[in-house]
């Protein structure tokens, strides 16, 4: 079949729906792309934001559940005053309380001004400063075991941390080779150990 120039007033208006039709599919086609993947990126959108706000969720009732645990342990640190301020006093006290139950022989002390600690390999202490209060002893003794009893009173008795470094001991007897009434001398070295929050709860 042939058309003529007389024949196309004819179809023009059949050309033209077709034309219009073609154009407005291929506009509703490129929105329905747009407006699908504008919907996939909003749905992959929330998920994320679920997933963050499960993953919160979950840490917050991991940190509720640890501290729940930690602070029973807190507290205990509290009440055995080694978290907080030097309680220099207290051990004096608690050491003179000591002397009277007449564990050793003879005892005397020192207990140095109290400084930061500086481990080494440093430790990450977390929101504490660790504070150190060097405590050196000398002992008179009639044997070994009484620096033993001696030690098992003080971590028994005084509230606090002493970590002890080390002992030295040394026999002792007069030239006649009679033995003395003191028969151990000891010095031994270590400090008391406090916490110190940096940003104490109010």
Not at 82 to 95: F, H, P, S, T, V
Request: proline share 3%; aromatic share 8%; charged share 25%.
């Amino acid at each position: 079949m042939k058309l003529s120039a007389s024949d196309f007033p004819l179809i023009r208006q059949s050309v033209l729906a077709v034309c219009a039709s073609a154009i407005i599919s291929t506009v509703i086609l490129y929105s329905s792309g747009k407006y699908a993947e504008s919907t996939q990126n909003d749905r992959r959108g929330a998920q994320t934001m679920l997933n963050d706000a499960r993953n919160r969720l979950t840490t917050a009732r991991q940190d509720q559940q640890n501290m729940a645990i930690y602070a029973d342990e807190y507290g205990a640190l509290i009440e055995q005053k080694i978290i907080g301020d030097d309680q220099r006093l207290d051990w004096i006290e608690g050491l003179e309380k000591i002397r009277l139950k007449n564990l050793v022989t003879d005892f005397r002390y020192n207990i140095a001004p109290q400084k930061i600690y500086a481990s080494q390999p440093p430790i990450d202490s977390g929101n504490f400063d660790i504070r150190y209060s060097e405590m050196k002893l000398q002992f008179d003794l009639l044997h070994e075991a009484q620096l033993l009893n001696f030690f098992a009173a003080l971590r028994t008795n005084i509230k606090g941390w002493y970590q002890l470094e080390g002992c030295t001991l040394q026999r002792t007897g007069n030239e006649n080779g009679q033995t003395a009434a003191t028969q151990i001398k000891a010095e031994c070295s270590g400090g008391w150990i406090t916490l110190k929050n940096r940003n104490p709860p109010k």
